[in-house]
């Protein structure tokens, strides 16, 4: 079975710096990968996929990630953050075989703080 | 377009007593998930349904939860005889497919459970 790791419970980033949250999976192929934020008492939003091709993907409100098959990783960036990113971040994958059988398998998530 | 549309928002329920959760998932979307939140566990998948169909339930438990997406209205999670350990933040997303690059799982904001 899939799994998700983000190793980085919480981080702590100053307003305007630059942030990375980490994500790997275990699968034996290629997943659909995803990320969402959820802020307090609110769903998911989602910021941004990857299927295929393009191993950069470009998602809302200023965020990328990665996709890196070597390292089975998926790493959320954005280069300058705002007050309004504090949330928590979920990395997802689904192994895409169809049917969305077993639903997407996500990571315990991220908690970002910015820091004024 | 509406987003997926969940309610109630919160749900107080003592033990004993049964709980109904609905989901109206986003227009032209028919095929739902359930996911519960719970604390210290994150996201986990209980159920996949397209009309009128349970295609993937392995993630529901055995007893006391159940769930069904009619022909006509929303879906609903129900959970009969609540216990504490049921408090949680349920979830329920929506996607256009179940597979391929239109598998897209969108959020609601979720139902937050209480049982006293």
């Known amino acids: 079975a899939q799994s998700v790791t983000q190793p980085d419970i919480h981080i702590t980033v100053s307003e305007g710096a630059s942030l990375e949250l980490r994500c790997n999976y275990s699968?034996?192929?290629?997943?659909?990968l995803f990320w969402y934020v959820q802020s307090p008492g609110q769903g998911l939003q989602l910021l941004l996929k990857?299927?295929?091709?393009?191993?950069l993907v470009q998602g809302i409100k200023g965020f990328e990630a990665e996709f890196k098959r070597s390292q089975s990783s998926f790493n959320l960036r954005k280069p300058s953050v705002h007050w309004s990113d504090a949330a928590e971040y979920f990395c997802a994958v689904d192994t895409g075989t169809g049917g969305g059988a077993d639903g997407l398998t996500f990571g315990k998530g991220t908690h970002l703080i910015i820091q004024p | 377009n509406a987003g997926v549309m969940q309610n109630p928002r919160h749900l107080v329920r003592r033990r004993g007593q049964e709980a109904r959760l609905r989901c109206s998932p986003m227009k032209g979307h028919s095929h739902v998930y359930w996911y519960r939140q719970l604390p210290e566990e994150g996201l986990k998948f209980m159920v996949y349904l397209q009309k009128e169909n349970i295609i993937d339930e392995s993630g529901m438990p055995k007893e006391r939860f159940s769930a069904e997406f009619p022909k006509e209205g929303p879906s609903i999670l129900r959970i009969q005889q609540v216990v504490r350990g049921d408090s949680a933040a349920y979830f329920c997303?929506?996607?256009?497919?179940?597979?391929?690059?239109?598998?897209?799982?969108?959020f609601g904001a979720g139902t937050r459970l209480s049982v006293l």
């Open positions: 990857y299927f295929s091709g393009d191993t």
């Open positions: 997303a929506s996607s256009p497919t179940g597979a391929g690059e239109e598998y897209i799982p969108y």
């Open positions: 699968y034996g192929a290629t997943p659909y």
